[in-house]
T-cell receptor, first 117, second 113 residues
Framework: EAGVVQSPRYKIIEKKQPVAFWCNPISGHNTLYWYRQNLGQGPELLIRYENEEAVDDSQLPKDRFSAERLKGVDSTLKIQPAELGDSAVYLC???????????????FGPGTRLLVL | GEDVEQSLFLSVREGDSSVINCTYT??????LYWYKQEPGAGLQLLTY?????DMKQDQRLTVLLNKKDKHLSLRIADTQTGDSAIYFCAESFGGNQGGKLIFGQGTELSVKP
């Protein structure tokens, strides 16, 4: 079974440019998460989807970040315009069921490493 | 608020036991987890423990939870060079925070032959 797929794996852009990351979750997983992992830190949740609905986007900087999950499968995370401080690894994860308070078995993709110059 | 703290580095010899420690502030967590991250890879769930338990053993891994002290540890028996990685503890919550994982900053384990 394929795991969580992310692309691109690496991206280098200049500040003020736009950038987009793509995620394909494990087949059948209803819940999708985007995390940001700064160097030397643990992942921090940006947004969580249940099917097509964003149920927790409280940590998403909405002035420059946007996300969508059309048809409840693939998802795209966009930054426009990018700033130097956005350099980080952007991780996508998925799980069968995300919100019942039970055990959270989240499966992570390899991430997209973004460098903003 | 929620905060999870870990020591940053641990170095052991191959064959020794490793103990990675974690403290957390929010006692309302329902589950606590240990994830492993190898270079250039995503996080892999190693094990988890329900907050009402105090110990869980899974092959070479032993998780100890001291809820009174809000302290979680992961013991890896017979540590191998392939165990070299960054280990993250995390906690999750019930209610309207279901689905949210709060991670520590990670402990880098280095295993020397």
């Amino acid at each position: 079974e394929a795991g969580v797929v992310q692309s691109p794996r690496y991206k280098i852009i200049e500040k003020k440019q736009p950038v987009a990351f793509w995620c394909n979750p494990i087949s059948g997983h209803n819940t999708l998460y985007w995390y940001r992992q700064n160097l030397g830190q643990g992942p921090e949740l940006l947004i969580r989807y249940e099917n097509e609905e964003a149920v927790d986007d409280s940590q998403l900087p909405k002035d420059r970040f946007s996300a969508e999950r059309l048809k409840g499968v693939d998802s795209t995370l966009k930054i426009q315009p990018a700033e130097l401080g956005d350099s980080a690894v952007y991780l996508c994860a998925s799980s069968l069921d995300g919100g019942t308070g039970g055990v959270q078995t989240q499966y992570f993709g390899p991430g997209t490493r973004l460098l903003v110059l | 608020g929620e905060d999870v703290e870990q020591s940053l580095f641990l170095s052991v010899r191959e064959g020794d036991s490793s103990v990675i420690n974690c403290t957390y502030t929010d006692s309302s967590s329902t589950y606590l987890y240990w994830y492993k991250q190898e270079p250039g890879a995503g996080l892999q769930l190693l094990t988890y423990i329900f907050s009402n338990m105090d110990m869980k053993q899974d092959q070479r891994l032993t998780v100890l939870l001291n809820k009174k002290d809000k302290h979680l540890s992961l013991r890896i028996a017979d540590t191998q060079t392939g165990d070299s990685a960054i280990y993250f503890c995390a906690e999750s919550f019930g209610g309207n925070q279901g689905g949210k994982l709060i991670f520590g900053q990670g402990t880098e384990l280095s295993v020397k032959p």
